[in-house]
Structures are given as C-alpha cells and as structure tokens.
C-alpha cells in the first residue's frame, strides 16, 4: 500500500482559495483510482473529486470551483480550491485505489469562515 500525506489545509475566508496536496510514497502511474473525500462533522465522508480510469469525476456541489490535477513525476494530487463556501468546511482525505489496495491519507482540515 502507499503511504498518503495531505497538506494545503487552513482558514479562509469565502470567496477565497486553497490548494491541497497529496504526496504518495511510490509512483501513483496507473491506480486504477485517486482523489479527494472530505468529511464535516456529523456527517458522512463523500467524494469531491477523483481520477478514475483515465477521467475525472466531481461531486456537483465542487463543479466549476474546484479542480483536480496530478504530476505524475512527482506523486503528487492537487485539489484547486476557488470561490470556497461556508459548506465546504471538512477534512479533506486523499484516497488511492491500487488494485485490491486502498489507502487514505491523515486529512488536512479546511475551514472557510463566513
């Protein structure tokens, strides 16, 4: 399994932007998936943005304010965050899918004030 690290994660006000970073220990060339999931308090982890199978998918609620990006050089995952809301206050987990193995980031915490 590889090992995830996010960082990028603070206080922003709304309208403002953030840009998360998920380092993988080895080479994230040919997951068969990664992404980000974010979880508020209370509620359940939901999927925000993800590389699956050559494509990106994106919950509806981030559609036209975040976009997902990768650098495969480096083992990296991005998460451009513009125009954050109230709403989307969570942690955000980097998740990776390698055949049968999954793993998770630690999360990084997001917060956007109003």
């Known amino acids: 399994q590889v090992h995830l690290v996010e960082s990028g994660g603070g206080l922003v006000q709304a309208g403002g932007s953030l840009r998360l970073s998920c380092a993988a220990s080895?080479?994230?060339?040919?997951?068969?998936?990664i992404g980000w999931y974010r979880q508020a308090p209370g509620k359940q982890r939901e999927l925000v943005a993800v590389?699956?199978?050559?494509?990106?998918n994106y919950t509806d609620s981030v559609k036209g304010r975040f976009t997902i990006s990768r650098d495969n050089a480096k083992n990296t995952v991005y998460l451009q965050m513009n125009n954050l809301k109230p709403d989307d206050t969570a942690v955000y987990y980097c998740?990776?899918?390698?055949?049968?193995?999954?793993?998770w980031g630690q999360g990084t915490q997001v917060t956007v004030s109003s």
């Open positions: 998740e990776a899918q390698d055949g049968p193995f999954v793993s």
């Open positions: 590389f699956v199978r050559g494509r990106t």
């Open positions: 080895g080479s994230i060339f040919g997951f068969n998936a």
